[in-house]
């Protein structure tokens, strides 16, 4: 996390704000005010989509949802990605508020260290240990520029759409008040079990598996 001296976020603006429709593969749509931001703390190219009523929703349901190329695109099961995504769009419209769209692959290691990953979970080792064994952190995701994103939005309380506990950790110690945490739905496939047991028992993700 990233505060200046005196303990404050750094002040980041909305750079663009355009309408987009979005479609997925099963054919649901909806349209997304898609904005983008000036003066990001990491640099990178995050985005925002305002769905629903969210101009008049008093306390927003928001998503960050870490981009994942291999799910959110391609469809792979090694992870619940996709589907959390799909379904945090629609549930998010339903209500108003908006999906961050951060652009830190692989918990924040990017795309290529995370197939390496992929490769040594293929031996055995679990999606932490994996990252570990690449020299990487468990979890390198910072959710500095989320902050940043809500306040420029002018969002400081949210209900926030997620099963993990540190983005409600973090964005709570970056100013943005968490009135309430809202799971998503178990997207469980033969390919991604253990990758979610591994999530709930290290990391104590709020998902409700199988025996």
């Known amino acids: 996390m990233t505060v200046d001296s005196s303990g404050a976020l750094p002040a980041a603006s909305v750079r663009t704000q355009v309408s987009v429709p979005v479609r997925f593969s099963d054919g649901w749509s909806t349209t997304a005010d898609v904005f983008t931001f000036t003066g990001l703390v990491d640099g990178k190219e995050h985005i925002a989509l305002g769905l629903g009523d969210y101009r008049e929703a008093d ?59 992929y490769a040594l979970q293929d031996q055995g080792l679990d999606t ?25 939005l002018g969002t400081s309380r949210v209900r926030l759409l997620t099963n993990n506990p540190d983005k409600s950790l973090q964005l709570g110690a970056l100013g943005v008040e968490v009135a309430e945490q809202v799971p998503t739905g178990v997207h469980v496939s033969d390919s991604n079990v253990r990758y979610l047991r591994a999530k709930v028992e290290h990391t104590g993700h709020s998902l409700a598996l199988p025996a």
């Open 128 to 152: 932490y240990e994996a990252n570990l064994a690449l020299g990487r952190g468990e979890d390198e995701r910072d959710y500095t520029a989320a902050a940043q994103m809500l306040a420029a």
């Open 59 to 117: 306390v927003p349901l928001v998503r960050p949802h870490s981009e994942c190329l291999t799910g959110d695109v391609f469809g792979s099961e090694r992870c619940d990605c996709g589907p959390q995504l799909r379904e945090a769009v629609e549930r998010i419209a339903a209500v108003g508020g908006y999906l961050l769209y951060l652009r830190q692959e692989g918990r924040g290691i990017g795309l290529y260290a995370k197939l390496d990953a």
